[in-house]
């Protein structure tokens, strides 16, 4: 069964605390993508991966980390430095950078 | 720079009408465009894409957008609404540096 897995669905977190997100596809995809969904907004890029080991900034980044080790998984690290990390996160992924993107179910992250 | 706008943040409609949700977009160049539905607590599923070719797209369950370059307009629609139509649809821009620019979003709502 061919997709895009991410995990937990629902998360809590303490202010202060790193948490870690996990979003791996099996598609074969080069690229992949971490959003993030606010109420009655459209989605942001975080941040994005062209390839294995390299990963770019995207419009909000502050706050989170990424890693791309492997081709297949893509986590998003949110730290204690990002103000308001409650949201809905969302990992895509592509063929390649000009493909068309493939959504995961997502991860809900309330801070408490 | 490019952007995307979704005229109507909320749609209701009756169940066997039509559907007519609207994007606009700005951009210097005949860009690919996207729409996608998202059910509650989901991810996002691509319902069509323009690139270039016909400027009418047929997606997925019926829907339809065309793209009219003189309006900068791709709106969406489907002849007879269903009662699982009810989401929020997001029309998206893939800007020169291959990254997606999201509208607002468009909720559906269908009544019986």
């Known amino acids: 069964d061919g997709g895009i897995t991410q995990s937990p669905k629902y998360l809590f977190r303490k202010e202060g605390q790193n948490v870690t997100l996990s979003c791996e596809q099996n598609l074969n995809h080069d690229a992949m993508y971490w959003y993030r969904q606010d109420p009655g907004q459209g989605l942001r890029l975080i941040y994005y991966s062209q390839i294995v080991n390299d990963f770019q900034k995207g419009d909000i980044a502050e706050g989170y980390s990424v890693s791309r080790e492997k081709k297949e998984s893509f986590p998003l690290t949110v730290t204690s430095a990002q103000k308001n990390p409650t949201a809905f996160y969302l990992c895509?992924?592509?063929?390649?950078?000009?493909?068309?993107?493939?959504f995961g179910p997502g991860t809900r992250l309330t801070v408490l | 720079a490019q952007s995307v706008t979704q005229l109507d943040s909320h749609v209701s409609v009756s169940e066997g009408t039509p559907v007519l949700l609207r994007c606009n977009y700005s951009s210097s160049y005949s860009p690919s465009l996207f729409w996608y539905v998202q059910h509650p607590n989901k991810g996002l599923q691509l319902l069509l894409k323009y690139t270039s070719a016909a400027t009418l797209v047929k997606g997925i369950n019926g829907f339809e957008a065309e793209f009219k370059k003189s309006e900068t307009s791709f709106h969406l629609t489907k002849p007879s609404a269903h009662m699982s139509d009810a989401a929020e649809y997001f029309c998206?821009?893939?800007?020169?540096?291959?990254?997606?620019?999201f509208g607002s979003g468009t909720r559906l709502l269908v009544r019986p």
């Open positions: 895509a992924s592509s063929l390649g950078l000009q493909d068309t993107q493939y």
């Open positions: 998206a821009l893939m800007d020169s540096s291959y990254k997606l620019i």
